[in-house]
């Protein structure tokens, strides 16, 4: 039995340890491939560079090079009830556009806030956004409590500070844990060094917070897509399946260029798959050649799709 499938993204300051806190969860969970770990440990002893968790994730050369994410990682990992796609986005202002992308694609929220550092600018400006955005379920991972000697009173006085930050925003009920995803406690295990602490770790707190969506297949087919990379001669598609079912032969329209193509090949994260289903992110492949930017929208070509000069929305 397929497990329900849940996007959730990682929010929070550049420096309060996003890619660090992912990249050990994966890491606990038994995620990555043992060879995957293996090539990254290889990587990091030639240039000379003591292993980090968050090198898991930041697999860009420019990322390496410049230690911080640039770009929108997805990555999947299961717990014992769910099979999540994590979404570790940019925490630097001005990877702003990035970060929207990748949290528009959300169930829910993962926010890595320091407990060394305390809640700074865009601990606050991606609280906002990820609301706007209307992502109701949010999880808090207080994060470095290494760095602070694991301090009960260190812990309680920012968990006021950011519960009246959390309340004004109606997210008043998020659990937060803290944590240290350098040293692993109360990411996937329990940790030892916080026996003050009763709460579960990261992982299950995620278990019992969040509940997946439920997936309207029913609907037309709706896809967004999120960006297109060349790989060995190839223009692969990536983009998630907001309704609908994609399946591979399907002739699709693609919006707003009004283009039509029919869908070759659906890749789910290293595998081959016939169809794919509302929440998961693909790579797809077309018939013909065709150029797409980040945003177009794929929809079945049998659908009598109205034009429309107007809508409502809530801002």
């Known amino acids: 039995m397929s497990l329900p499938r849940i996007n959730l993204v990682v929010v929070g300051h550049k420096d309060h340890g996003k890619s660090t806190l992912i990249g050990r969860l994966l890491y606990d969970s038994k995620a990555i491939p043992e060879q995957k ?27 390496r ?12 990992f299961k717990s014992e009830k769910y099979y999540y796609t994590i979404i570790d986005c940019p925490g630097h202002r001005e990877f702003i556009q990035k970060m929207l992308t990748g949290a528009s694609q959300a169930d829910a929220a ?17 609280l906002y956004l990820i609301k706007t955005l209307g992502i109701e379920r949010l999880v808090v991972a207080a994060n470095k409590m290494d760095a602070v000697g694991y301090d009960e009173n260190l ?6 500070e950011l519960r009246d930050l959390l309340s004004y925003l109606d997210y008043q009920d998020a659990p937060i844990v803290p944590v240290s995803a350098f040293e692993g406690d109360n990411v996937v295990f329990r940790s030892k060094n916080m026996p003050w602490y009763d709460g579960d770790p990261l992982i299950k707190v ?3 917070t969040i509940a997946p969506p439920k ?8 896809c967004v897509v999120q960006d297109v990379y060349d790989l060995d001669g190839r223009d692969i598609t990536v983009c998630k399946v907001e309704t609908g079912i994609l399946r591979v032969g399907d002739r699709i329209v693609i919006l707003p260029i009004q283009e039509e193509r029919t869908v070759k090949s659906i890749d789910i994260f290293g595998s081959d798959a016939e169809q ?3 929440g998961d992110s693909v790579g797809i492949t077309f018939d013909k050649p065709l150029s797409l930017r980040r945003g177009y929208v794929l929809a079945g070509s049998s659908e009598d799709l109205e034009p429309t000069r107007n809508f409502t929305a809530e801002l």
Request: glycine share 6%; proline share 7%.
């Open 37 to 63: 770990l293996q090539e990254i440990v290889e990587e990091l002893r030639s240039s000379g560079k003591a292993f980090e968790f968050a090198y898991i994730l930041d697999s860009l050369e420019e990322e």
């Open 65 to 76: 090079t410049g230690g911080l994410t640039i770009d929108i990682m997805q990555t999947p």
């Open 110 to 126: 993962i926010l890595v806030a320091s407990v060394k550092e305390g809640i700074e600018d865009q601990t606050r400006q991606h």
């Open 155 to 160: 812990f309680k006085s920012f968990m006021r």
């Open 206 to 208: 995620l278990d019992k």
């Open 215 to 222: 997936p309207p297949s029913e609907k037309p087919l709706r």
């Open 276 to 278: 794919a289903f509302p």
